[in-house]
């Protein structure tokens, strides 16, 4: 895999940009990359490679539970989603439920889609047994349980020109008979919930769930996810809305260490190589009481340190800017330089009230271009993949347990993921872009990444957040492809022919070209 390019910091950073706006404010000067010298051109450079694409995802986390089987609402949202036919996500997010539905009726009971259902049968609990011989006798789990997820991520992996090509189990909190609240939330802020004394009895339950995905359902699944955004409080007053479990940094990496060795031996006795996505960390820059490089360090101590080599971090209404970023990955590479790629896996606009309009499309696009070219994330996942209320959180709507539901995919949020995830493939390589002899104006609007694939492809992602321009397009290529979501497009072809060395951005748009 292809690491993350070190960043230069500092003096050098500033160097840089004063040569940079230098050649961008010589508006007729001749590049390698623009040999013409065109005006407000795009070009791109096919030697300097970044990172490895791995594909693009959403979560089926509190509403596919509510997915009827053999529904319309279930084939239409799973082509919606997960097809060619749609937008063609390839990463599948299933969420390991803590069993919250089994407990007392005031858990979570303003927000029942957050009550999730686990396979583990609860009555069949031995106390005369320890935690590890009860969670790790298969005879204690029903695989018929949380049915309608199961049966909603089914049907995404086996229709029919269905996109899904990775599925990631991941886990909020463990089952409540693990924990030291006796619920998947902690009685107080910042509560370390699960007791070392029930690591192993966690694993063995994890190990259930990925046996019966991965082995007997034959689902591809690539990654499991043990633990949710550790630094959150998890407990307390305001913090127990749905399931979370806090880890202090050592308590998290003592955990995964046992969880290694059950992954290890699952891999080795079924011929797998599923990995472990660690941390799953709130907010990447933002946390106070625990940063990210907190839990980096105390995991370090351990031998599996050497086998991670990618963090998986999230992002609800982070900043939009360029720093926020920036620090993040200097910060990281600081200590541990290229040893690590970003899973962006969960991202939200974290907004009350459903946008549908260009504006809530455009800041997706922002996030999703600022994390592929600053984060250098390899995949990328928004955080729901349907909402059925009123919030900023769904690429698609959906009134939640009909079966004949109508899938509402006009929400500009829904066609600007495609403007990447319909186009971008597992391995193209993220690779140089570049606007040169640019105006302010566009310098100003404009961003882009650009890929390239082994068949000599190039895809341009250009996104426009004011108003409408026309870029020149340097390179020789033979064919073009122009596909736009805007105010009144959506994922809509706008040019298919041979080669023009222009391309027009209409105002709020984001833009993919194919280039061949």
Partial sequence: MRKNKPRIIVAAVAAAVIVLVCALCACSRTSELNPDGLKNCIAVDLSDEYQTIEGFGSSSCWWSQTVPD??????????ALYSHDGIALSIYRYN????????????YKDQKERRTESLFIS??????????????????????????????????????????????????????????SGKTHGDYEYQNNLPEENYEAYCEYLIQYLYEM?????????????????????GGAGNSSQEGCHFHPENLAAFYNVF???LDNFNARYLKDVKMSVLESGNYDTYKQAAILEYVYAMSKYDYFDKI??????????????????????????KWQDKFSIDMSEVCHMESGLDKSMDSGIYLAQVMDKDMRLLSATSWSWWLGASGYDYNDGLVGWQYGTRDGVVDTDIKRYSVMGQYSKFLRSGDVRIGAQLSNA?????RDVSAS????DDGSVIIVITNTGKAHTLSVAGEYKNMQVITTDATSDMSTVYGGKFRNYVNLGAKSVTTIVLK
């Avoid at 390991?96 to 858990?107: K, M, P, T, V, Y």
């Fill in 70 to 79: 053999n529904s319309k609402s279930q084939i239409e949202l799973a082509k």
């Fill in 96 to 107: 390991i439920g803590g069993g919250s539905a089994e407990l007392s009726g005031d858990i």
């Fill in 123 to 180: 009555s069949n609990y031995d106390e005369s047994k320890s935690a590890k011989e009860n969670f790790g006798n298969a005879a204690n789990y029903d695989s018929t349980k949380d049915r309608n997820a199961i049966a909603f991520m089914e049907q995404c992996v086996n229709q029919s020109n269905s996109s899904v090509e990775s599925v990631v189990l991941f886990a909020n909190s463990p089952h409540y008979l693990l924990t030291q």
């Fill in 214 to 234: 991965c082995v007997v359902r034959r689902l591809p699944v690539t990654e499991i996810s043990p633990v949710n955004e550790p630094q959150h409080r998890w």
């Fill in 260 to 262: 290694y060795r059950y």
């Fill in 309 to 334: 080599d990618r963090i998986a971090v999230h992002s609800y209404g982070e900043p939009l800017s360029d720093e926020a970023r920036n620090s993040f990955i200097y910060k990281l590479n600081a």
């Fill in 439 to 443: 105006v302010n104006s566009v310098k």
């Fill in 450 to 453: 650009a890929y390239k694939r």
